[in-house]
Every structure is written in C-alpha cells, then in structure tokens.
C-alpha cells in the first residue's frame, strides 16, 4: 500500500486585499506546511471503484474531498481504475489547518502515480484548484506567499521554528468568515519583501476573536507566552517557540481540557520528503508528480 502524509498548513499572515465581482476575495497570505497531518493509504481497486475507510463522521462519502478528488481525476483523464483508500485523520476539521484541502490534494499526487497517469504538477495544481482555493500550494508542496484568491504562488523562505498549535473547541466555516460585512478587506497590496518586514497578523482574527470568545481567551492565554496568531480563517491557533521542548513545556501548561500539538514548521512539505523518500527506495518508480 503507497502511504503518505497530508500535512497542515498554517498561514504565518493573512491579508484581505479585496473583493471580486464573483464574490470570492483577494487575499495575501503566507502559507508554511508542518509535520503533522493526516495520513492516507492508497490500495488499487478494480472497475474505477472508489472506497474511503473509515468514512468520515459528518461528510458524507460524495461530500468528502477524498472521493471528489479521486473522481476529479478519473474524469478528467477517462482512468477507469479505481482505488481503496484508507484514512487516519488527526487534524480538526474547521480549524483553519487545510486537512480537507491537504487530503484532496495528497489524493491527486498519490493516484496519479499509482494509476500511472503521469500529470505534471501544473495540471495537478489547476484541477486542485477546482476543489478548493487552499488545494494548489499543498500540491506544489512548497512554503509560499500566495495572492489571488490564493492561487498565484510564489515560493517563499520563511524561518522553520516549532510551532505549538491550540484547537479551540469549535469550528469556523471559511464561508461565514468571507461573508460577514464586518470583514476588513481593504489591507493594501504589499510585495513579499516588505510584508516579511511588518509585524505579521491576520485580517480574520478580530472577527472570530468577536463571535468566538473561545478563541479569543485561549489566544490571550497563548499570547502570555509567545507571538500567537490564529490560521486560516480559524479557528485554530499557533505560537512559535524556538525548541520542540518551550513548545511541549507551554502545551503542558495549557488550560485543562485544551486539545493541541506540537510541531516543525517546514518550507517542503513532508508530502514531497515522504515522496523523494519513496523514490530513493525504488528508484525505478514513477517519479513524475
Ligand atoms: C482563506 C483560507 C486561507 O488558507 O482559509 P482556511 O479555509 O484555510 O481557513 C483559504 O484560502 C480558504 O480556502 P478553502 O477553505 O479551500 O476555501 P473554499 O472552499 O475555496 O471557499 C469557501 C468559501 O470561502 C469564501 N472564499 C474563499 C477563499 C477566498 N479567497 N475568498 C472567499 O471569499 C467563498 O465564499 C467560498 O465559497
Ligand atoms: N477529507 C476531509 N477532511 C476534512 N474536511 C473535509 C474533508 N472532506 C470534506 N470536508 C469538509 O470540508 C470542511 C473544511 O475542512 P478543513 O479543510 O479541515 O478546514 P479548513 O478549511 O478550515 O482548514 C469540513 O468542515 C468538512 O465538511
């Protein structure tokens, strides 16, 4: 079975430049993947069928972005092999980490090596897009300032410290964030160069910190220790440390009842470390993305 990783992303700084006529938002934003994540197991399966196990409690099999992704690329290439695929979810749903884009995007990498179907990143990366906006920089695997709705990317180089991340008990849907009228989106379009050299923050936070006095204690208790943002649109939080163990020490100290983890940031994501690693093992494999 081909195993790998669908790791988490963080957006280091989140910036909402503006509004589009279709509704979506221009946005700049920092993304970084770390070494945690949700893992995938890929089996072959006869006659284009397409199994996710175990089910995902919530999302139903067709919802789930797993099989969208799967059929995505059954469709666009006509493939009529299918696939069993196994899931180990660990990352909160909701939480501003990407899993669902993570998975989806770990899913069209992996199949269209074990379906051999040789499509370039680029490609990857446009159908990935079609699924959701965060799915093409796990695609490209590589730390990334991104602008547009999230889709022009440019690879970035960002520090890799440890990262403790906090789980709020709740979970923010990314559309209600977008469609609230107190939303700031008039951050000013700004180069890399110089958003490097402001102090980081993101456009979202005041508003869930609002609606969600969760987030917005557990972010005041964080603070305490070290520079703590919220990621995504939330509702997870994060704080770099500069040693796994201030890390685990401050996860320790946490408010009872505080799910969290602790974590590298990386700048390629462990997806593309586990693919490199399987490639050297059988260096005849396919080694198109
Ligand atoms: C803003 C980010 C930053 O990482 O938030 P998180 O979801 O990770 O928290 C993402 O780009 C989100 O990406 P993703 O979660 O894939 O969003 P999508 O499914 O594409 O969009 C969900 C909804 O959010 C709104 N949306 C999303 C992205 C964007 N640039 N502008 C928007 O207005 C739209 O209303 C859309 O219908
Ligand atoms: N494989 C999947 N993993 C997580 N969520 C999924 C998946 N497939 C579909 N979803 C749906 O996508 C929504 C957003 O999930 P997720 O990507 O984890 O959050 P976020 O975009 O906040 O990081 C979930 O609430 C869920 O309904």
């Known amino acids: 079975m081909m195993v790998l990783p669908a790791p988490a992303k963080l957006n280091l700084f989140l910036y909402i430049t503006g509004r589009r006529d279709d509704g979506y938002h221009n946005l700049q934003t920092l993304f970084q993947f770390v070494d945690h994540g949700d893992s995938l197991g890929f089996e072959p399966a006869p006659d284009g069928e397409l199994s996710l196990h175990p089910a995902l409690p919530g999302v139903a099999e067709e919802q789930n972005l797993i099989i969208k992704a799967a059929r995505l690329l ?54 990935g897009l079609t699924l959701g906006a965060d799915v093409p920089v ?16 440019t ?18 849907a990314t559309a209600a964030v977008f469609n609230d009228p ?25 508003l869930v910190k609002k609606h969600h006095p969760e987030v917005a204690k557990l972010l005041g208790w964080l603070l305490e220790y070290a520079p703590s943002r919220m990621t995504g649109t939330g509702a997870c939080i994060f704080a770099s440390f500069g040693s796994r163990e201030k890390a685990e020490q401050t996860l320790a100290k946490a408010p009872e009842g505080t799910r969290g983890f602790v974590a590298k940031g990386c700048n390629l994501s462990p997806l593309f470390s586990a693919l490199q690693k399987m490639d050297a093992a059988t260096p005849s494999s396919n080694t198109a993305t």
């Open 74 to 127: 059954q469709h666009h290439t006509g493939c009529t092999q299918g696939a069993r695929i196994h899931l180990t979810k660990r990352l909160p749903m909701g939480g501003g980490l990407g899993g669902g884009s993570s998975d989806a995007a770990t899913t069209l990498v992996a199949l269209n090596r074990l379906w051999q179907l040789g499509l370039p990143t680029e490609q990857l990366a446009q159908l």
């Open 138 to 153: 796990f695609i490209r695997g590589q730390a990334a300032f991104a602008e547009g709705v999230g889709d022009i990317l």
């Open 155 to 172: 690879p970035a180089h960002p520090p890799e410290p440890w990262y403790l991340v906090l789980h709020p008990e709740i979970e923010v």
């Open 182 to 206: 107190e939303l700031t989106r008039n951050s000013p379009v700004l180069s890399l160069q110089q958003r490097l050299a402001l102090p980081w923050q993101n456009d979202c936070e005041p």
